[in-house]
């Protein structure tokens, strides 16, 4: 599954979500509890994906800093070369 196709459900779920709420929400008993309801998930839903993402770019700055250096000196293109053709 692509970032992409993520996303687009994480955007439908929360957004399905919002809608049921809100239509809820007309309803003049409950409308006062419905709002705080929509407005505590729309917070954890961007809290949630805030930390997603952070710890997703997290990694890959950790990752970046594990690469080997590439081979330095004399005979450096000759020996990266031998070790992509094995």
Not at 38 to 50: G, N, S, T, Y
Request: net charge positive; aromatic share 4%.
């Amino acid at each position: 599954m692509s970032t992409y196709e993520a996303l687009t459900i994480v955007t439908l779920v929360t957004s399905t979500i919002t809608m049921v709420i809100t239509c809820l929400a007309l309803l003049p008993q409950v409308k006062q509890g419905m709002v705080i309801v929509r407005d505590a998930v729309l917070w954890a839903a961007m809290v949630v994906l805030l930390v997603v993402i952070a710890s997703v770019g997290w990694a890959r700055v950790v990752n970046q800093w594990k690469r080997p250096l590439p081979p330095q000196g004399p005979g450096a293109v000759e020996r990266m070369q031998a070790q992509l053709d094995r």
